[in-house]
């Protein structure tokens, strides 16, 4: 178990510009998820996936948002065309989902900070 | 839907000194209920979660919480803090019927002085 990676750590752009992040999560783990955290606020969910299945968007993802798990492992997380207000730490984690859901722990990476100049 | 309240965005103790961080949570069914801790420019560990099972709940580090439902509160205490305690802190919530995503609160910085 090597915990959830992400890639970048860290990435500036011009606005305007495309940006691509990678998280990989916990070979095992069926559940993907991306959060958004500006600063000294908590975590917003954006976007979740079971296996390759993207099964909710939040409202927070406009148009300019798109992320990917073609194969079920490894997650993308594109913004087109970024604008300063994008300027967040992306979070990704992951989870095993059982018969249940909602109770059990999600594992973070550590995350790609934005800066969009 | 489903809320969190974490009351203080700022708490300053003293090493040894008790820690509460307060967290009220709003849910129309039985939430599921977690703290989580960030220390800077690292992603979130958990200390602890509520599962409907006890309701006084241990975690790591020596942290525990308890669930009061009359109250809608799951508030994190630790007995004695260490200066390696100073993080931030956050309360977060979920249900059987929202695809497990969590809800957070908006955080509680933790201070710890010598």
């Known amino acids: 178990d090597t915990g959830v990676s992400q890639n970048p750590r860290h990435k500036i752009t011009k606005r305007g510009q495309n940006v691509t992040f990678r998280c990989d999560p916990i070979s095992e783990h069926n559940r993907l998820y991306w959060y958004r955290q500006t600063l000294g606020q908590g975590p917003e969910f954006l976007t979740y996936?079971?296996?390759?299945?993207?099964?909710?968007k939040s409202r927070l993802l406009s148009d300019r948002f798109s992320a990917e798990r073609p194969k079920g492992s490894f997650s993308t997380l594109e913004i087109q065309r970024t604008e300063q207000g994008d300027s967040a730490m992306y979070l990704c984690a992951s989870t095993q989902r059982r018969t249940s859901g909602g109770s059990e722990t999600q594992y973070f990476g550590p995350g790609t900070r934005l800066l969009v100049l | 839907a489903q809320s969190v309240t974490q009351l203080g965005s700022h708490v300053s103790v003293s090493e040894g000194a008790l820690v509460l961080l307060r967290c009220n949570y709003s849910s129309s069914v039985p939430p599921y209920l977690f703290w989580y801790v960030q220390y800077p420019n690292q992603g979130l560990q958990l200390l602890l979660k509520?599962?409907?099972?006890?309701?006084l709940v241990k975690g790591i580090n020596g942290f525990e919480a308890e669930f009061k439902k009359s109250e809608t509160s799951f508030h994190l205490t630790k007995p004695s803090a260490h200066m390696s305690d100073a993080a931030e802190y956050f309360c977060a919530v979920s249900a059987d019927n929202q695809g497990g995503k969590l809800i957070f609160g908006q955080g509680t910085e933790l201070s710890v002085k010598p």
């Open positions: 996936f079971q296996n390759e299945a993207q099964l909710e």
């Open positions: 509520y599962t409907s099972a006890a309701t």
